[in-house]
């Protein structure tokens, strides 16, 4: 209880430093928009990670057979998908405010792109098949599978096309400036400790569930 | 759990042997009922008019035409190749399947009859695609090396996906979905390969391409292996 | 520096619903499992 509290003012302080302690980047057409970083990139680092953790409790499905693990993978993937909802929208908003176009096709954008194509995909085989076990076992097959293709995607998308998403070019001088590690780092801390809060909530819920279907 | 039949760690030959009698059941199943080949070739070749009636080829740049190379190939691979395992669902025939050969056979198997489906396509789609759209190839070793690449790791990746999508219950609409994000490493790949054929002479400029198309076709090869029977045996 | 105090008001009032919305489900969770 104490570590959820410290989460909420955790958050609250990582907002309210994005706004007033970060200074404006320079060098971008509206300086104060780049701070949609502090959100954005986080939501993309969670939604990454979740990513690979449905793969991992899908190879933990397959090893044991234990249903924890399939609800794992599915929550997982749905938490994903809504990081990575998060993470397009405000990447959308900040290309619009920054190049005037809302969807150019960026390689990040494509492969976003695709991120939310796969758990389209594993929805839909979720939704597709009514017994548990097999539920289980075909979508934990398809996100051991997406992985690699992602992984390849990432891989060869910088090759194909042109990038216009700011890897290490934010304010003036080269990499991140100081400041903006400094509210950047707690800030990814922060979406991260708010994903596994999530994930918990809704573990124990399934295994709730799950106990009232046995009696 | 199903009866494990045949599972010990047969040796190699003993596997290559059953691979290829899974291959050639399914060739000449295939023979009997021509079902996937009309699929394919008929698709194929209904898009291929479609698209050459309506761009008329010659004000085609190489990537729009690369493009539509691979979404024709891509395509009528769609309409064929989810039929790999759904046939052995729907004519009950999976189970004594699963009793003959190890999974490893059967996924090699089915792998080996989806590829040659791709490759007796593209004898058809590509020439005719060459002379509808008035394609001029700079290079062909790397058209074709790059055309055989990409084929393969389109039959690695489909052919697991048709795996699930046989036991999946809406067979025909969840292959399409499925199999693109997974597939699209190697439809970009292609495409790109294709490209560099059509305008470059240097092999150098499309070996990169090809590389990845193989090294994903290995990739997924290996991972299917190592999932496949997590389904097939369910 | 006002109209940055406006714009942080947002994700700060979508951070406290969330917040308090997740507490309470939390509460919820534990009770059901008894």
């Given at each position: 209880m104490p570590l959820k509290i410290f989460i909420g003012i955790w958050m609250a302080g990582v907002i309210a430093a994005a706004f007033l302690f970060a200074p404006p980047a320079e060098g971008?057409?509206?300086?104060?928009?780049?701070?949609?970083i502090f959100f954005h990139v986080p939501n993309a680092i969670v939604a990454s990670i979740a990513f690979l953790m449905s793969a991992v409790y899908s190879v933990r499905y397959l090893k044991n057979r234990s249903l924890m693990d399939d609800a794992k993978s599915a929550v997982s993937a749905e938490l994903g998908l809504v990081f990575a909802i998060l993470a397009t929208i405000t990447g959308s908003l900040f290309a619009h405010i920054q190049w005037?176009?809302?969807?150019?096709?960026d390689p990040r954008e494509t492969s976003i792109v695709v991120l939310l194509l796969i758990y389209a995909a594993y929805f839909a085989i979720r939704s597709a098949v009514e017994e548990t076990e097999r539920r289980a076992a075909l979508s934990a097959v398809y996100a051991i599978l997406a992985l690699p293709a992602m992984a390849f995607l990432m891989f060869i998308l910088p090759n194909v096309m042109f990038s216009l998403h700011p890897a290490d070019t934010?304010?003036?001088?080269?990499?991140?400036s100081n400041e903006y590690r400094l509210v950047l780092y707690p800030a990814i801390l922060g979406f991260i400790a708010l994903f596994i809060w999530i994930f918990r909530i809704k573990t124990a819920l399934a295994e709730i569930k799950f106990k009232m279907r046995r009696h | 759990m199903s009866i494990k039949a045949?599972?010990?760690?047969?040796n190699p030959a003993k596997m290559i042997k059953r691979t290829f009698a899974v291959f050639r059941k399914d060739v000449l199943g295939e023979f009997r009922t021509r079902y996937a080949m009309n699929a394919i070739f008929l698709f194929a070749v209904t898009t291929l008019v479609a698209v050459s009636f309506s761009?008329?080829?010659?004000?085609?740049?190489p990537s729009v035409q690369s493009a539509l190379l691979w979404i024709i190939i891509y395509f009528s691979a769609l309409s064929g190749l989810a039929r790999a395992f759904v046939k052995e669902e729907e004519s009950h025939t999976a189970s004594a399947l699963r009793l003959a050969a190890a999974p490893g056979a059967v996924f090699g198997g089915k792998l080996l009859f989806n590829f040659l489906l791709l490759i007796l396509l593209e004898l058809v789609t590509v020439p005719l695609f060459v002379g509808m759209m008035s394609l001029q190839v700079k290079n062909w070793p790397l058209f074709i090396v790059v055309t055989g690449a990409g084929s393969a790791g389109l039959a690695v990746s489909a052919t697991i996906v048709s795996t699930i999508v046989s036991k999946a219950n809406a067979k025909g609409a969840l292959f399409a979905v499925l199999s693109f994000p997974i597939l699209l490493p190697a439809i970009i790949g292609g495409i790109k390969g294709t490209k560099a054929a059509i305008t470059s002479v240097l092999f150098a400029d499309g070996m990169q391409d090809v590389k990845l198309l193989i090294s994903y076709t290995g990739v997924m090869f290996v991972v299917s292996l190592l999932v496949f029977r997590f389904i097939w045996e369910d | 520096m006002s109209s940055l105090v406006a714009f942080m008001i947002a994700p700060l009032i979508v951070w406290i619903g969330l917040f308090f919305y997740l507490l309470h489900i939390d509460r919820q969770v534990k009770e059901l499992k008894k």
């Open positions: 971008f057409a509206h300086p104060d928009a780049a701070r949609i005037n176009s809302w969807w150019n096709w934010l304010t003036s001088g080269s990499g991140l | 045949q599972q010990k760690p047969a761009i008329g080829g010659a004000d085609a740049s | -």
